[in-house]
């Protein structure tokens, strides 16, 4: 069927006022004001135009658009309205001048018609401006669909290439999908979805995906609440699996899933899922509660996190989220991934935990903003747990960390902020890891050979039940940088900023203030024999130092620093060898109560 060039217009009408009295020179009082109304407006009236296309949802499909209308001008912010719709009124406050007006109208998040034309604001009256919209021709077409046999019909009609809506219009339940994709074989499609509110259901007597998508096919989803069942199921609610696969969700809701496998809410394998809102929340699994990703062979699986919540889900392993492979990546700049609870009904479970998040198999998560917070471990639990908020297991899996923060987690028993194991974390920028709680390692745990480098970014306020208050290094192969940035204000019985164990602490910069032990080593508890705290520059603040604040304190006189292994104060050579500083005293560091302090390998 031919499409109609125009199909609706917007009418634009343009005044001026004044900010102050007019200048009649132009100067800088003037200010132009612009009022657009959104509406199917032909020839300046009000009349409605009916488009050509589509045929038969027309009336519907116009209450269905939103507006993204900009206003720019040379040497002027661009001024930017979005999500507006049929019937909405807006103003801006403008400089007097010309400006371009372009309008893009959207359904379902996929492109439907744009429009564009100048005005020039002046003083005095000013004639109304029609925008007319032209539709695109990506879009091939648009489904409403109430019921589960709509649902159905719609997905097998979306067969060939191109931009497909589908708009909710009622709450249903569906069986499900076990072996084939929603929109079977078809590759090339993208289809958004508005849910406006409703609500899918899976069947309760289904054992399926409600929602399964396949290699190049993209789904975009806003406004629609997936539910799972309470039942347990042997799949996701969401699978975005095989290469060209990929999922945005703008808003909605997927949640309540019961899974004896992986991935309780979204499973993604060798695809794409960007989270731009919404909430993926309320999933329960063995291995990642809300959300399982994982990478097969050279493909790649990545995860995007710009907004939304992956809150309230419970699982052994990963009960936000849960990452493997070496292809895998997680890429955190917004949200949260919040108040997640690790369970474990067994009592044999080894390295259970990673509350907000599990990652291994040489799988990478890269954090600049955002938050992980608020994990737990359920009382009922039959084994304690590690990580309350980030598990990193395994040779080559990374977390790097720039910016956001992991606080207000709790685990019963080792790294409340973050546990590290045979894996590499890197902290830099304005990056947090606060107010945490463990057993041990109240804020950073770190064993079997991992690696936690700290370039800047604190470590604060966390505490421990017994040791390592900030963090705890635990055996001979594990090590903790630090070339800059803080571990204050922690505290624990012993070790109030840190714990040397058996591994190995290098200080190259920052500062270790204002922690408490309750009996010894206030900022450094360096208390086994193959224990070792090197210092080439770096403050330690003693129950000496001023401000008050900054002071690190102990019961037992070591306040900065209690050692009975090896801590000494010099430089690394050219080849990265030790070199303690040259004196009578070869460096040694003993247990003290005053403030350390070296530069450069010189104790000041």
């Known amino acids: 069927m031919k499409r109609s060039a125009v199909i609706y217009s917007l009418l634009i009408v343009v005044f001026v006022l004044f900010a102050g009295c007019p200048n009649t020179a132009g100067g800088d009082d003037e200010k132009g004001s612009i009022t657009i109304t959104i509406g199917n407006v032909v020839d300046g009236t009000n009349a409605a135009r009916a488009a050509a296309w589509p045929p038969t949802v027309e009336n519907g499909l116009v209450g269905e658009l939103l507006h993204t ?20 009124t807006i103003s801006a406050s403008l400089e007097p001048g010309k400006w371009r007006i372009e309008v893009e109208a959207t359904v379902a998040g996929l492109l439907y018609a744009t429009g564009d034309n100048e005005v020039t604001v002046v003083a005095g009256p000013n004639p109304s401006v029609t925008i007319d919209m032209k539709q695109e021709d990506s879009l091939k077409g648009v489904f409403f669909v109430a019921t589960a046999d709509e649902w159905i019909d719609a997905a097998d009609a979306i067969s060939e290439p191109g931009e ?5 219009k009622g709450d249903f339940a569906l069986p499900g999908y076990e072996t084939s994709n929603t929109f079977g074989d078809a590759t090339g499609v993208t289809v958004g979805i508005r849910g406006n ?7 309760e007597t289904s054992i399926n995906s409600l929602l399964c998508i396949g290699p190049n096919q993209t789904v975009i989803m806003g406004g629609l609440k997936l539910a799972g069942t309470n039942e347990s199921v042997s799949a996701p609610l969401v699978l975005i699996s095989g290469t060209g696969s990929a999922f945005t969700m703008n808003s909605g809701e997927i949640s309540g899933n019961l899974v004896d496998q992986q991935g309780g809410g979204v499973y993604v394998r060798n695809g794409t899922f960007t989270m731009n809102g919404g909430k993926i929340s309320g999933n329960s699994v063995v291995n990642g509660g809300g959300v399982y990703i994982s990478s097969i062979g050279s493909s790649s699986t990545t995860f995007t996190m710009n907004g939304g919540e992956i809150s309230g889900n419970t699982a052994c392993y990963g009960s936000g989220v849960f990452i493997t492979g070496g292809n895998a990546t997680f890429t955190m700049t917004g949200g949260t991934i919040s108040n997640n609870v690790l369970y474990t009904a067994s009592t044999s479970s080894s390295d259970f935990g990673g509350g907000g998040l599990y990652i291994t198999g040489g799988a990478t998560f890269n954090m600049t903003g955002g938050m992980i917070s608020g994990s737990t471990v359920d009382a009922d639990s039959a084994s304690p747990a590690n990580g309350g908020g980030v598990y990193v297991n395994g040779a080559n899996s990374s977390f790097t960390m720039t910016g956001g923060e992991i606080s207000h987690n709790t685990v019963d028993q080792s790294g409340g902020g973050v546990y590290v194991r045979d894996g590499a974390f890197t902290m830099s920028g304005n990056a947090k890891v606060t107010l945490n709680e463990a057993a041990s390692g109240g804020g950073v745990y770190i064993a079997n050979g991992g690696e936690f480098t700290m370039e800047d970014g604190e470590v604060s306020g966390n505490t421990s039940a017994n040791n390592g208050g900030g963090v705890w290094v635990m055996d001979s192969a594990s090590t903790f940088i630090m070339n800059g940035g803080t571990v204050s204000g922690n505290t624990a019985n012993n070790g109030g900023g840190v714990v040397v164990l058996n591994g190995t602490f290098y200080m190259q910069g920052g500062a270790i203030s204002g922690n408490k032990a309750v009996v010894s080593g206030g900022g450094v508890y360096s208390y086994h024999s193959g224990s070792t705290f090197l210092i080439v520059t770096g403050t330690i603040y003693g129950s000496n130092a001023s401000p008050a604040a900054l002071r690190n304190t102990a019961t037992d006189g070591s306040a900065a620093l209690y050692t009975s292994g090896t801590a000494q104060y010099g430089t690394f050579d050219t080849d990265g060898e030790w070199v303690p500083a040259a004196n009578d005293a070869e460096g040694v560091l003993d247990t003290t109560d005053d403030t350390i302090w070296v530069v450069d390998g010189e104790l000041k």
């Open 197 to 203: 509110g409703h609500t899918i259901s899976l069947d």
């Open 164 to 168: 497909y809506a589908i708009i909710v």
């Open 69 to 88: 209308i900009t206003l720019s001008s040379t040497g002027q912010k661009d001024v930017v309205f979005r999500d507006k719709k049929i019937g909405d």
